[in-house]
């Protein structure tokens, strides 16, 4: 498998653009979950879904942000507009289900290093 | 709530020698812990989890971690550091409620001196 994929790499963008990152997880993995990496705040958890459906949104930091997953094999996380502070490398990973109590990891992608000027 | 500290910003070893990164967690019911490891401009990398059971767990390029419920702990471990294992350590916790999602330390810096 070639692990959970992450596009683009890196991005720069000016402010008040729209920016849209973009996951593939792992086939068979049925949660995703975006992450937001900083110096300041370490990484943060944004959001993650189940089955496609969002269940815990709590982290998304403004209306400015917002998560889809059409289906199990894409999800995106878009801002709009961009802000300066929005600089960091956002991950993406995924994990298996874990029925019948079994406690599975997350994998995560390379990430996304997100730059607005 | 649930929440993960990572006592130490940097942890400075020299090679050859045992290195221990620390952790303690706090969460309601039952810990599930994990360590991850992150190298320059990489994502995250899955070293070990403790979930039941024995309390020392092994996971992967000879890292271990000893869960230790009375001082609510999971340091890791590696009895011969090698310079290849400087890198970004994260600790993580979720807790038995169902809920799937992480909790991570802030990171411990290891440097292993050649």
């Known amino acids: 498998d070639a692990g959970v994929i992450q596009s683009p790499r890196h991005e720069v963008t000016e402010m008040g653009q729209e920016v849209t990152l973009r996951c593939k997880p792992i086939s068979g993995h049925d949660y995703l979950f975006w992450y937001r990496q900083t110096m300041m705040r370490g990484l943060e958890l944004l959001i993650y879904f189940n089955n496609n459906v969002p269940i815990d949104d709590s982290g998304m930091p403004e209306d400015r942000f917002s998560a889809k997953m059409p289906n199990a094999s894409f999800s995106t996380l878009k801002i709009q507009p961009s802000e300066p502070r929005d600089s960091a490398v956002y991950f993406c990973?995924?994990?298996?289900?874990?029925?019948?109590?079994?406690?599975?990891?997350?994998?995560f992608g390379p990430g996304t290093r997100l730059t607005v000027t | 709530a649930q929440s993960v500290a990572q006592p130490e910003d940097q942890v400075n070893v020299a090679e050859g020698n045992p290195l221990t990164v620390k952790c303690t967690y706090s969460v309601s019911g039952n810990p599930y812990l994990f360590w991850y490891v992150q190298y320059p401009n990489r994502g995250l990398q899955f070293l070990l989890k403790?979930?039941?059971?024995?309390?020392l767990v092994k996971g992967s390029y000879g890292f271990e971690a000893e869960f230790n419920k009375s001082q609510t702990s999971f340091h890791l471990k590696k009895p011969s550091a090698l310079v290849s294992d400087s890198a970004l350590y994260f600790c993580?916790?979720?807790?038995?409620?169902?809920?799937?999602?992480?909790?991570f330390g802030t990171g411990t810096r290891l440097t292993v001196i050649p």
């Open positions: 403790y979930i039941t059971g024995d309390n």
């Open positions: 993580a916790v979720r807790d038995g409620t169902g809920a799937n999602n992480l909790f």
């Open positions: 990973a995924s994990s298996l289900p874990g029925a019948r109590g079994r406690i599975y990891e997350q994998y």
